[in-house]
């Protein structure tokens, strides 16, 4: 039975949980096609500040994908490039392209495809029990390149080598420790965390954290920006948002962003 990929949202905080009961929420390719439309869908709308993705019970984000179906999903060089290509990489690609901001809520194993998901996330705040890798040179195959980009942005080319030639498990403490991850609590503490960072950012105007993202980003690629894009960084000044953040500053009381 293949898994799911569940959505809920409840004031502007969309969550999206990963759930293969039996597999350590092992990502399928159900799952791997959900988790694309949900987040198709999530950058569609108005009314989502933030998302927190997270995996179902307390023992996985995610350990990896489903191996067991490897054999027939991926079986020759089309179908792996079709699987990886179609359904991983274009799932892995809607995280990391939202608009809207998202956290990894990380308790226990986080490994291969779920280690993917989260370093395409904003930010990862993981359990002090949590363990990260992606040990598949033991399984003799290799990480397609279009699902190391997130991880690459993250902790840059040697971590993500030492990750992939050792093929050894991380303690969260180590991950940490090579900017892996954002923040590291009590494993009871994850979700309690996630949300107040959530509520945080829902809190502030919504277009200035899509800005924030997208600028972040941008400057990623090391070229020099445009004129029209100078430009455009102003775009603020129009915004219904500003003037409320402006006046709300002035008559000491808190904003009500609407993201117009």
């Given amino acids: 039975m293949p898994g799911q990929v569940l959505l809920t949202i409840d004031e502007h905080i969309a969550t999206i949980t990963l759930s293969n009961p039996g597999k350590l929420n092992a990502v399928d390719s159900v799952m791997w096609q959900a988790l694309r439309a949900h987040m198709k869908d999530i950058a569609e709308r ?34 792996a490039l079709h699987y990886h290509e179609a359904w991983v990489a274009t799932a892995l690609d809607a995280i990391r392209e939202c608009p809207v ?16 998901i989260a370093g395409c996330c904003d930010l990862r705040i993981a359990g002090e029990s949590s363990r990260f890798g992606a040990p598949i040179n033991k399984l003799g195959f290799s ?47 994850v979700m309690d965390e996630a949300s107040a960072a959530a509520k945080r950012i829902s809190a502030g105007a919504p277009l200035v954290a ?17 004129n029209h894009e100078k430009r455009a960084a102003f775009a ?10 402006m006046q709300a500053f002035f008559e000491k009381r808190k904003p009500r962003f609407k993201g117009k």
């Fill in 236 to 245: 603020f000044l129009d915004t219904e948002d500003y003037r409320e953040g």
């Fill in 46 to 79: 108005d009314d989502v500040r933030c998302v927190i993705l997270r995996g179902e019970g307390d023992d996985a984000f995610a350990a990896g994908g489903d191996i067991e179906e490897f054999l027939s999903v991926r079986a020759t060089v089309d179908d």
């Fill in 143 to 189: 990480m397609y390149p279009r699902e190391m980009a997130g991880l690459l942005e993250v902790v840059g080319p040697a971590v993500l080598l030492e990750i992939l030639l050792e093929g050894r498990i991380l303690p969260a403490s180590e991950a940490l420790a090579k900017g892996l991850l954002t923040r590291l609590v009590a494993d009871e503490s």
């Fill in 210 to 226: 899509r800005w924030h993202k997208h600028w972040v980003h941008r400057l990623a690629h090391d070229t020099p920006l445009s």
């Fill in 101 to 116: 901001p998202t956290i990894a809520a990380i308790r226990g194993a986080c490994v291969g495809g779920g280690l993917e």
